[in-house]
T-cell receptor, first 114, second 113 residues
Framework: DTAVSQTPKYLVTQMGNDKSIKCEQN?????MYWYKQDSKKFLKIMFS???????INETVPNRFSPKSPDKAHLNLHINSLELGDSAVYFC?????????????FGPGTRLTVL | GESVGLHLPTLSVQEGDNSIINCAYS??????FIWYKQESGKGPQFIID?????DKRQGQRVTVLLNKTVKHLSLQIAATQPGDSAVYFC????????????FGTGTRLLVSP
């Protein structure tokens, strides 16, 4: 049973396109996150949602728009894709917003912008 | 700027050796630290954590040491196995209100049989 799943696993697209990545967790958690990992493996938080409400919004371009239709899902839509958006995007979830609650990560979505 | 960083980008060890992965952090206000393991093609996985009121914590084959005086964190893996080969990240909690995890740059551990 997959705890945190993401689709697609790979996404290759042209500059200027709009794309979405989906995330679902079946752990019953109420907090979900999006992280970006660049080519040097640097991992940085982008957004966090608790009970469908945005609680952390790092300095991410507004081309990135997360949406949480319910507690089990957090999707990431990216408009006007740029070369620098190429990265691996990880979704994660935890129970509660306290940072000491373990975060469970999905397998990642590798986005390549050509 | 404030950052969490690692001294060694790649560490190569022989199976059965003990491994030590180091991490330096610069935010003296950080009060919670975690080590994550990321295998190839997978997401990070929690290994062990430590609060700032502790200087050592042990898990199964792993030990985390925290030296707040020099703002240094280390992960010790005993009897390293090929399955331990991965990238290891330290992370610290940062911020007020809704805290976030700030990750270091990662160290790749290569274990040879």
């Amino acid at each position: 049973d997959t705890a945190v799943s993401q689709t697609p696993k790979y996404l290759v697209t042209q500059m200027g396109n709009d794309k979405s990545i989906k995330c679902e967790q079946n752990l019953g958690h109420d907090t979900m996150y999006w992280y970006k990992q660049d080519s040097k493996k640097f991992l940085k938080i982008m957004f966090s949602y608790n009970n469908k409400e945005l609680i952390i919004n790092e300095t991410v371009p507004n081309r990135f728009s997360p949406k949480s239709p319910d507690k089990a899902h957090l999707n990431l839509h990216i408009n006007s894709l740029e070369l620098g958006d190429s990265a691996v995007y990880f979704c994660a979830s935890s129970q509660g917003t306290w940072v000491r609650n373990e975060q469970f990560f999905g397998p990642g979505t590798r986005l390549t912008v050509l | 700027g404030e950052s969490v960083g690692l001294h060694l980008p790649t560490l190569s060890v022989q199976e059965g050796d003990n491994s030590i992965i180091n991490c330096a952090y610069s935010n003296s206000a950080s009060d919670y630290f975690i080590w994550y393991k990321q295998e190839s093609g997978k997401g990070p996985q929690f290994i062990i954590d430590i609060r700032s009121n502790m200087d050592k914590r042990q898990g199964q084959r792993v030990t985390v040491l925290l030296n707040k005086t020099v703002k240094h964190l280390s992960l010790q893996i005993a009897a390293t196995q090929p399955g331990d080969s991965a990238v290891y990240f330290c992370a610290e909690s940062r911020g007020t209100g809704f805290q976030k995890l700030v990750f270091g740059t990662g160290t790749r551990l290569l274990v040879s049989p």
